[in-house]
């Protein structure tokens, strides 16, 4: 019996992926004896079943599926044919994971004297990085696309980089500030937005007494300390 050369007949490919949605890596093989099908990302084997079942690497065609990608399946994979006999591996490819824009934190409501400088910030996430735009009453303020390698903060391996993008205010008056952020991850347009809110404790225009602002839950009182 002629035995018949292992080869990779279809090899995977290079992907960008949305975090949450499916994905597949192929691998088709042919050779005689039959061929099993390994997985390696950054030259680790994979298990078949691994990550709580979001992924799995089928028996019958050798294919990598992911049933949800997340930001920890980012990396470099390739994989191996054997039939006991020989072996051959696929060139690496990679799998780049995109995530939507979205605030993280952002300075909560404050209530403070007139003059008193204060310095709100907002936590954003997400790949590709966003963009911030700070608001004053929804008028644009500032716009910035906050450093990656100088403010990037990875929480874990499993979720989006994390960047964080201040704004300096003297307070004279009392005003809503959004911080908006928006991105282009694969497959279209993010945007997410959240808002606080500054007081004044007293209002200055009335020499005859205080502004009466009611401080609800949630706020917080600000003094300068001299």
């Not at 691994?50 to 992924?55: I, K, S, V």
């Not at 606080?196 to 200055?204: A, F, I, N, Q």
Request: aromatic share 8%.
């Amino acid at each position: 019996m002629v035995q018949k050369s292992l080869q990779i007949v279809r090899p995977p490919k290079s992907g960008v992926v949305l975090m949450g949605r499916r994905f597949s890596f192929n691998c088709k093989a042919k050779g005689d004896p039959p061929v099993k099908i390994k997985w390696f990302k950054n030259g680790v084997e994979m298990n078949k079943h691994g990550r709580n079942n979001f992924y799995r690497i089928s028996p019958k065609s050798g294919h990598l599926r992911f049933t949800q990608v997340n930001v920890i399946d980012r990396g470099t994979y390739k994989c191996r044919a054997e039939n006991g006999l020989e072996a051959v591996e696929s060139k690496e490819v990679t799998l780049a994971v995109h995530a939507p824009a979205k605030i993280v934190e952002l300075t909560k409501d404050k209530a403070v004297e007139f003059g008193t400088t204060i310095v709100i910030r907002c936590t954003v996430a997400g790949i590709p990085t966003p963009t911030l735009e700070w608001k004053k009453d929804d008028q644009v303020v500032q716009k910035k696309i906050p450093s990656h390698s100088e403010n990037t903060n990875y929480v874990n391996i499993t979720t989006p980089p994390i960047v964080e993008d201040e704004y300096t205010i003297n307070v004279t008056e009392a005003a809503k500030y959004n911080c908006e952020a928006h991105n282009h991850p694969h497959g279209g347009y993010t945007k997410d937005s959240r808002t606080t809110h500054l007081y004044l404790l007293s209002d200055h225009t009335n020499p005859y007494g205080t502004y009466n602002l009611p401080i609800a839950s949630g706020f917080h009182l600000f003094s300068p300390s001299w």
